[in-house]
Each structure stands twice: as C-alpha cells, then as structure tokens.
C-alpha cells in the first residue's frame, strides 16, 4: 500500500502578492507570465542587434571601394536578419515558457 504525499511549496507565497504557490510536482499548473513579458523579450532582441547593424555599416564603409560589392548589401542582409530575429525569437520563447 501506496502513501499519497503531498508536495511542498517551492516558495511560499504570500496572500497580498494574490498568486497562487507553485508546487515543485510537474502535475500542477504553473503561473502564467504577464502578456508585457512578450515585449521585454523584443526589447531585449532589439538591443542585442543593434552593435551587429553598427558594425555591418562600418563594414560597409570600408568595403565601400570595392566595385563588385553593391551598395547597401551587408547591411541590408544584417537588417534583415535581425528584424526577423527581433519578430520570431521573442514570440518562439514566450510560446515556449
């Protein structure tokens, strides 16, 4: 014969923080995250790739007397990258948590 235990309280939580406690069973619902977090996320992507835009027109500049590359070409295709990023790595891992 099987003893039922109850699992504990990971952290207490206290009754004027009004979340409910999150047990450390994988059978318990978890506490969602706030709809904002989403664009923390965004927030935080844009502000990796801006020194990967800068360098990419820096680099652009000094490759700027090469004839056979166009204008615009590196940084376009960094810009790119990065909007992409900024759009579908923050809604992939708010899907995800």
């Not at 360098?55 to 909007?83: H, N, R, T």
Request: proline residues 9%.
């Amino acid at each position: 014969m099987e003893a039922t235990v109850k699992p504990t309280p990971v952290e207490p939580a206290s009754p004027a923080s009004g979340l409910e406690p999150i047990y450390a069973d994988d059978g318990e619902e978890l506490t969602r995250l706030h709809p904002n977090y989403i664009h923390a996320l965004r927030i935080h992507t844009v502000l990796l790739s801006i020194p990967f835009l800068i360098g990419s027109m820096i680099l652009e500049g000094a490759l700027s007397d090469l004839e056979f590359l166009p204008s615009g070409i590196i940084a376009g295709v960094v810009a790119f990258i990065a909007l992409i990023a900024i759009i579908r790595i923050p809604s992939r891992r708010f899907a995800a948590r």
